[in-house]
Every structure is written in structure tokens, then in C-alpha cells.
């Protein structure tokens, strides 16, 4: 079994949680509709915004520059 099976099997039900959703099929299936994909761009744009600020905090943190590049 390699990595990427390992990794899936060991939280099945999380992925299956993430990926069996309406949100999913219906996007993949190109029949979300617009208003449900504009609240999920609202949404993500919140946490890309917040999780970016998170990581350049990590960077400036870090103790060594080593440290900083898997944030960087």
C-alpha cells in the first residue's frame, strides 16, 4: 500500500465526509447553482485571507530561517 492509501485509509470517514457532499457533487456534476458557489467563494476568500496572515506570522516567528521555509 502506498503513502497516499495509507494516509486515505487512516481517515476514511473524514474524507468521505469532505468529499460525499452535496456542495461536491453538484459542482462536479456543473449543477451548482450560483448563488451556493458565491457564498463558497465568500467563504473561502474569509479563510485564504486569515490563513495566509497565519502563515507570515509563522514565517516571522520562526527561530532560525530554517525554521521559517515549510511556512514560507
Known amino acids: 500500500m502506498g503513502p497516499t492509501e495509507q494516509l486515505l ?11 460525499d457532499h452535496i456542495f461536491c457533487k453538484e459542482l462536479a456534476q456543473v449543477d451548482l447553482p450560483i448563488a451556493k458557489m458565491k457564498w463558497y467563494l465568500a467563504q473561502d476568500y474569509q479563510f485564504i485571507g486569515s490563513f495566509v496572515r497565519l502563515l507570515a506570522a509563522a514565517v516571522v516567528h520562526a527561530p532560525t530561517l ?5 511556512a514560507a
Open 9 to 19: 485509509q487512516s481517515c476514511r470517514e473524514s474524507w468521505g465526509a469532505a468529499t
Open 66 to 70: 530554517q525554521n521559517s521555509i515549510p
